[in-house]
């Protein structure tokens, strides 16, 4: 019985560390991909301010 539980905390305490490691990575992308986009912006500035 113990070793059930043992097993299901085991369980649930990776797929904590799992979700904690891709949250992070998916921030990291979002980042990375709002950086591009100033940098584009800086590269055309004209193209922006046009309606």
């Known amino acids: ?6 097993l299901f905390l085991l369980f ?3 797929l904590a560390v ?5 949250n992070r990575e998916r921030e990291a992308v979002k ?3 709002g950086q591009q986009e100033l940098a584009l912006q800086e590269m055309l500035p004209a193209a922006n301010d046009t309606p």
């Open 1 to 6: 019985m113990k070793k059930c539980v043992l």
């Open 12 to 14: 649930v305490f990776v």
């Open 18 to 22: 799992a979700s904690i490691i891709e």
């Open 31 to 33: 980042s990375e991909m």
